[in-house]
């Protein structure tokens, strides 16, 4: 039976601080460190879901240092790591550096949970060249890993939507990620918070309405089995490897923002 673990990457400095992240590359927090550690710990001990066997993760730091530190603890580095843009956490356009509370109270409750948790809520976009779209030449190696899955390129954003993390996502999911399910392997993906709830709703068909109330904490690994045929979930909710951490954790993203 293949077995998707997915998790949020460790707290991020950014995250510590109150700011909007998106693809400005930040590192992991001390406790963020601690979360990946914890996570490892938490998939060791599964007995009926083995060991990954190939890991994806987006080309930011703080996915990929969560990444290696679990990695690690399980003694399993020497397995391949795909990374790509397309898990890269959502583009949060001209509002990234920016500290939550601030822009809260500058664009009032409304616009900011629209622009959170909505699932067409997009902030406003980054002019072309500006420092807050966070490019550079580390974008330049997907082109080719692209090229082989069959994906077109087009423009990188400025600024996006969770609809259109699921665009970028799918594609990406299907070309690369099933396959390696359809072995019947077990694949680990270290992305971000907004990917993690992409992914949950295509998987989980989730309502563009019910999307906005799932919040999804730093660093607990969620368990996802699945039909080695159809290669959908075998049960109707995700899997939690530490369910009460989850909630308490879940509760203060929802919160971001509303308290320094």
């Not at 991020?12 to 909007?20: D, G, I, L």
């Not at 397309?86 to 622009?115: C, I, P, S």
């Amino acid at each position: 039976m293949p077995h998707l673990i997915v998790l949020r990457h460790g707290e991020s400095e950014w995250n510590k601080t109150n700011k909007f992240c998106g693809w400005v590359d930040v590192s992991l927090s001390e406790n963020g460190k601690k979360q990946a550690e914890r996570s490892a710990e938490l998939l060791l001990k599964q007995k009926e879901v083995g060991k990954p066997d190939i890991c994806f993760t987006s080309r930011l730091t703080r996915a990929n240092q969560t990444a290696e530190i679990i990695l690690d603890r399980m003694h399993r580095l020497f397995i391949d790591t795909d990374k790509t843009w397309r898990l890269n956490e959502r583009h949060y356009g001209a509002f990234q550096g920016r500290d939550k509370t601030e822009v809260l109270a500058e664009v009032g409750k409304e616009k900011y949970m629209f622009v959170r948790r909505a699932y067409t809520g997009c902030p406003p976009l980054c002019d072309p060249d500006a420092e807050c779209r966070s490019l550079d030449d580390r974008y330049n190696l997907d082109a080719e890993d692209e090229k082989k899955l069959g994906l077109s390129g087009g423009e990188m954003p400025r600024g996006e939507s969770l609809e259109m993390v699921v665009g970028r996502l799918v594609p990406y999911y299907k070309a690369a990620i099933e396959p390696e399910l359809a072995k019947g392997r077990t694949v680990l993906v270290v992305t971000h918070g907004s990917v993690v709830r992409a992914l949950l709703k295509v998987l989980y068909s989730i309502s563009d309405d019910d999307i906005s109330e799932v919040n999804i904490p730093n660093g607990i690994p969620i368990k996802i089995d699945l039909d080695a045929e159809t290669l959908k979930p075998r049960k109707d909710k995700w899997e939690y490897l530490d369910p009460e951490r989850a909630k308490v954790e879940a509760e203060k993203v929802r919160l971001q923002g509303f308290k320094k």
